[in-house]
């Protein structure tokens, strides 16, 4: 059967009778825009809704985290790329896709790269690797073959790459990380469901976790440029800024822990639009989440 056209979903919470037993958690559908997409049944979201998941991956998050360059850095230990959200797997491939088009490290030529995945569940990923969908998801051989074999053991290891699979709570696994001596994320691909569908995942609480396991010199890449979102980010201690641009009139979000790994960091300007908004903080800020950020140093730098 030819999947049918979607378009994408509102990401506004909506509330959802659980599944029938037997129904797919998950579908292929077909954008607007043409490309087709993962639509998880059980949210009504469909993930990379606008681009495409190929497109979507390599802009927002494999260009945008200069992953290619950093692979390259003078540094002998691997670098850590925490992709949270695995989905149907895109952000991986397109993190595997450009470790696979760089000298064997080996060679001395780059960095190793450790990729670590989270997600309650492999449903979307085992779907997207079907012989038939995999290309449109940026599965091609032999990638293909690494990521059924992380379907099928939560592992893959292959030529200057080691790939693990965490199942469960992305929240439990980040303060499982967080008491794992010597870990330290150095890229961050940030890709959950919508505040709509997935609200835990986007309070301060959550980006304070996830502040634990990042080190020196660590970027982090959404797609959301919702203001709260942003005002998490910066009170659970990054530094912020806009990130690619993503459709008219929307951009997505870059943070870090050093300013200068912000190409157009948050301005006093976003300060006082910040001000009068209708919705600037997550559901879990301070009462002074206003005065905290004004106060913060990335606000007072010309």
């Not at 087709?36 to 998050?61: C, F, N, Q, T």
């Not at 991986?92 to 997600?119: F, V």
């Not at 696994?173 to 794992?180: I, N, P, W």
């Amino acid at each position: 059967m030819t999947p049918k056209a979607r378009e994408p979903q509102p990401r506004e919470p909506q509330p959802r009778e659980p599944l029938a037993e037997g129904v797919a958690s998950h579908e292929i559908v077909q954008t607007r825009s043409g490309a087709w997409a993962m639509l998880d049944r059980d949210s009504g979201e469909v993930m990379h809704p606008i681009g495409g998941p190929v497109a979507e991956a390599e802009h927002l998050y494999v260009a945008a985290s200069r992953l290619e360059q950093r692979l390259g850095e003078p540094e002998p230990a691997p670098l850590v790329l925490l992709d949270v959200g695995l989905g149907a797997g895109s952000n991986a491939a397109a993190a595997l896709r450009t470790c696979a088009s760089l000298p064997d490290p080996s060679t001395r030529g780059r960095r190793a790269l450790h990729l670590l995945s989270i997600d309650r569940s492999r449903a979307a990923l085992e779907l997207a690797l079907q012989r038939e969908h995999a290309a449109a998801f940026g599965w091609s051989e032999p990638l293909a073959d690494a990521a059924r074999a992380l379907a099928r053991s939560g592992n893959y290891r292959g030529p200057g790459v080691e790939w693990q699979l965490r199942d469960g709570d992305v929240l439990e696994v980040l303060g499982a990380l967080a008491s794992q001596p010597g870990f330290g994320a150095d890229i961050v691909f940030w890709d959950p469901f919508s505040p709509g569908a997935n609200p835990e995942l986007w309070t301060l609480a959550a980006f304070r976790a996830l502040f634990r396991v990042c080190r020196a010199g660590a970027s982090v890449h959404t797609y959301s440029g919702a203001t709260r979102v942003r005002s998490a980010l910066l009170l659970a201690g990054f530094r912020v800024g806009i990130g690619r641009k993503i459709a008219e009139g929307k951009h997505a979000t870059v943070a870090a822990l050093e300013p200068a790994a912000l190409d157009s960091p948050l301005d006093r300007r976003w300060l006082e639009r910040l001000g009068r908004s209708s919705a600037p903080f997550p559901p879990d800020a301070p009462a002074e989440a206003l005065s905290l950020i004004r106060a913060l140093p990335q606000f007072g730098e010309a």
